[in-house]
């Protein structure tokens, strides 16, 4: 066993020259064409076309560092204390706002972003960014229900579905206290960006209801698209973007948009405060919003595009398709999250207290 | 013959409680849909896809990498270190007992996040950046209480008086150390080697906070897959990852019995 | 005894990766930011004094403690057959238990929700054979179920490096002098292999308390439990000084726990005798 364990010493010795072997490698090649410029992104797990980085690395003669992150204030703890040195990110609304807010993110220069031209005009000028001088949205989506149409026989159309006492054990609910309070407000008919402690308490009393009803299987977070392909629950509360796959993988699915309203959400490119790169930061920005890379975002992560030209190449099929593309009637009552600043701890305090029941 | 029997059957159901989730992991890694929840076929497609992809790849190779490096050297200082808490009195063994805890303790995000201040802090004195180093040395610090821990019993076991017979019969310190301790310990060194190999490989929330920019572990790949759904090919990755490890384990088993065998026949 | 300086690199290592780190945390503790800049306070301290927040670690520590119970009864007769003659003592085999800790640990855990879901895996065997559906997804005993797989090899280990050691004779010794199975079990063989179980048990029992993503998947976040608490402070509130300050209260629970299980160990040399 001793020799195992010299073995794996050796081993470890040999890994790591090659790895520094390879960090000089690159900063001699780096030296070599002096001002090729490295370019640091920052973005959701799977969540870009597979090629895009290399295209645009080849058109621009641009180095691009590419790192993932898997949820927005994970990724703002990190960037808020200097453990990342990133030049474009891509989070969501609410924290773009809470990013513009606390300085983090730099104003754009839209000459350098001709592009934009695309985006659809209804997406700009929203409640996070309402000047739009920060922010180019990158993909959107809605909040809405799935449901399994072998297991419902009720016309699905509202929040107060998920109340009703006949489908025990039939609902996940997400495991985010900003989303399920913020649907349980929209039933209820107040704003989901509410501070009114009034009404967060009466959105408390109605959830702490619904699991005493027992309709609540479980709070799920991103497991919940096997489970309904699998057919475990009646209903789920799920993203529209993952509802456009659920409904791929099982055709029994279908999604609506409770007429409350919901939530509206977009995941937006921004350039960081402390970028050294902001021409290249915005280079590529405007890459993104080319429209055939626009196209090959969407078409591999299948959510909805706000980009008009690359909106009209996605097929017949998926443009029909209310969880990909409602109108903008069916999204009249939806609301974009803001940033909740102080609040946020009176929804932690409810969350807290319904599920310590 | 019956106590053999119940002994094998009784080892049978524990691994077959270890085991169950890893079929299933190594399953669904034929499958053709990107769901679990929907078996619609047998493919291979993952694995083609696994060697293209470049992320998963690299951050396959920091992750052993990571793991190795950050084994090894918290078994060396862990060793060190459980031979000399061994040896205090007990007042100041409790107290260095108690500190030795505390990144395990911890949730990972407060040992990840205070790592992480500090980190930033000392590199805007010194200049250094983020990155791999800063991830090995997270590692080391959260692999060496489970060294500690794993060589602690084997010292209490062993025989106060071995050592210094040792000494009185003339050897140096260093080689009693090496000839009288170290073998003696060796299984502890050993268990607590490999559960720091494994915690590394594991680990998610201390890798993503103390890792610079450009260097991830597999962890923190799949993890953020998360929102848009972990893709089978992680499955695959961990498919080959496992059938490699056994096939090692089969080897190095087949050549002990060997080398005993011969042994065996030597000694008659 | 002059071997007192071997620990001395890990001493430099504990200061600069250890000690700094926590009184950093210490330090957030005790502090608030507000308008006026920090200042020192105790109100992180009492804020957790409130009925909801001890409910939620009082629970996090019981479903640890159950948790490690298990892994012990579990565990201890692995350890215990592995280590034994029958088994050559076979190091390779106690490897088994750990290589599916190689496997990522959100895909094992997405495994079991397959295995256990109500279409899952287990009750299509079960149905099939016409047996009684097993539903526990969902419930305290998945948690446990979550916990004592994932630390399972924790605890099995420790005593089986330990046992290991336990000089044969001492055992046939007993046995001739009549003792049968049992009491040479509870006189010989457990008693020596106490140092492995303690250490197998603190291992087991702090990550244990600590856990969320388990509780999260398989629990279905039906309640809240301390390490999922301490997280939503630090990730989604970025109050980092109520969840410093939970943090500390719950690291002395937990040093406390300890305290209290290592009075099993003869020379408590396992630790915690402080308190």
């Keep these: 066993m001793k020799r195992v364990l010299a073995g794996l010493l050796v081993l470890a010795v040999v890994l790591s020259t090659g790895a520094l072997a390879g960090c000089g490698a690159n900063n001699t090649t780096s030296k070599g064409s002096e001002e090729k410029v490295t370019l640091k992104v920052y973005n959701w797990g799977d969540y870009i076309g597979e090629d895009v980085i290399k295209k645009f690395e080849e058109k621009y003669n641009i180095n691009v560092v590419y790192d993932t992150f898997s949820d927005n204030e994970v990724m703002h703890t990190k960037l808020k204390s200097g453990g990342g040195d990133y030049d474009v990110a891509i989070p969501s609304d609410y924290m773009i706002k809470r990013m513009i807010d606390e300085g983090m993110v730099k104003k754009l220069n839209f000459e350098n972003i001709p592009n934009y031209k695309y985006i659809d005009d209804s997406f700009k000028n929203l409640g996070f960014d309402p000047k739009n001088e920060y922010s180019v949205p990158y993909m959107w989506g809605t909040v809405g229900i799935i449901y399994n149409k072998t297991m419902v026989t009720d016309k699905v159309d509202s929040w107060n579905i998920l109340w009703n006492d006949k489908y025990k054990k039939q609902v996940f609910m997400l495991d985010s206290q900003r989303d399920s309070i913020g649907i349980t407000l929209k039933k209820l008919g107040y704003s989901l960006n509410t501070k009114k402690m009034e009404e967060l308490e009466n959105a408390k009393e109605e959830l702490i209801k619904q699991k005493e009803l027992g309709v609540v299987q479980s709070y799920v977070g991103d497991e919940v698209k096997d489970k309904m392909i699998m057919g475990e629950a009646a209903f789920a509360v799920v993203w529209s973007g993952d509802a456009v796959f659920m409904k791929r993988e099982n055709p029994d699915l279908e999604y609506v948009i409770p007429k409350e309203g919901s939530n509206l959400w977009f995941d937006s490119m921004v350039v960081l405060n402390n970028t050294q790169h902001q021409k290249e930061a915005e280079l590529f920005i405007n890459f993104m919003c080319e429209t055939d890379i626009a196209f090959e975002n969407a078409d591999y992560i299948g959510y909805s595009t706000p980009h008009t030209e690359a909106k009209k190449q996605m097929s017949p099929d998926l443009l029909s398709d209310i969880a990909a593309y409602p109108t903008k009637e069916q999204i009249k009552n939806c609301e974009v999250f803001e940033d909740l600043a102080d609040s946020i701890r009176d929804y932690d305090r409810i969350w807290t207290e319904i599920s310590a029941k | ?268 | 005894m002059n071997r007192k300086w071997v620990s001395y690199p890990y001493f430099v290592w504990m200061l600069i990766f250890i000690i700094i780190p926590s009184l950093l945390i210490l330090f957030y503790a005790f502090t608030v930011r507000d308008e006026q800049g920090i200042r020192f306070t105790l109100d992180n301290f009492y804020k957790f004094c409130e009925p909801i927040y001890i409910t939620v670690l009082l629970k996090s520590l019981g479903l640890a403690l159950f948790s490690t119970f298990v892994c012990l009864i579990v565990g201890y007769p692995v350890a215990m057959i592995l280590a034994s003659k029958q088994f050559s003592r076979s190091t390779t085999l106690s490897m088994l238990f750990i290589i599916p800790m190689w496997m990522n640990f959100l895909l094992r855990t997405y495994s079991w929700l397959t295995l256990l879901e109500k279409n899952g895996i287990i009750n299509a065997i079960l149905s099939f054979f016409n047996l009684p559906r097993l539903d526990i997804l969902y419930t305290n005993t998945a948690v446990v179920l979550g916990m004592v797989y994932n630390f399972l090899p924790f605890m099995i280990l420790p005593i089986y490096t330990v046992l290991m050691k336990i000089d044969g004779k001492l055992v046939e010794a007993a046995q001739d002098l009549g003792g049968n199975s049992l009491t040479v079990f509870s006189k010989i063989t457990l008693p020596l292999s106490i140092p492995g179980v303690m250490s197998g048990i603190t291992m087991v029992f702090m990550p244990a308390v600590t856990t969320f993503v388990i509780s999260k998947l398989l629990g279905g976040g039906q309640y809240t439990l301390i390490g999922n608490f301490i997280e939503r402070q630090f990730i989604q509130l970025s109050d980092w000084n109520f969840g410093s300050a939970i943090s500390m209260i719950m690291m002395i629970f937990i040093l406390i726990s300890i305290g209290i299980m290592s009075k099993f160990d003869e020379d408590k040399g396992g630790g915690a005798a402080l308190w």
């Design chain 2, 1 to 268: 013959m019956v106590k053999r029997i119940i002994m094998k059957s009784y080892l049978g159901l524990v691994l077959l409680f270890m085991y169950l989730p890893i079929v299933v992991l190594i399953v669904f890694s034929f499958n053709k849909s990107k769901s679990r929840g929907n078996w619609s076929g047998f493919t291979l497609k993952w694995y083609g896809e696994l060697f293209q992809n470049s992320q998963i790849m690299d951050s396959l190779y920091n992750t052993l990498l990571l793991a190795l490096i950050s084994s090894v050297v918290a078994v060396i200082i862990g060793t060190f270190a459980a031979i000399g808490i061994h040896n205090m009195k007990k007042f100041k063994k409790s107290v260095v007992m108690n500190l030795t805890y505390l990144p395990v303790l911890n949730p990972d995000i407060v040992t990840g996040v205070s790592l992480m201040i500090m980190f930033v802090f000392i590199g805007s004195l010194i200049g250094l950046k983020m990155g791999f180093l800063t991830m090995l040395l997270a590692h080391i610090t959260f692999n060496i209480p489970y060294v500690i821990l794993s060589v602690l019993p084997k010292l209490k076991q062993m025989n106060k008086h071995l050592y210094e017979a040792a000494l009185d019969l003339g050897a140096t310190s260093m080689y009693a150390l090496r000839k009288v301790i170290m073998p003696e310990i060796m299984p502890g060194i050993i268990s607590g080697f490999l559960m720091a190999f494994t915690l590394s490989i594991d680990d998610f929330v201390i890798s993503y906070f103390t890792a610079g920019s450009g260097v991830s572990n597999l962890s923190i790949t799949i993890y953020s897959m998360a929102r848009t759904g972990v893709k089978p090919t992680i499955n695959a990755l961990s498919t080959l990852m496992f059938v490699s490890v056994l096939l090692l384990l089969i080897l190095i088993n087949i050549r002990a019995s060997r080398e005993e065998k011969r042994k065996r026949q030597y000694d008659a």
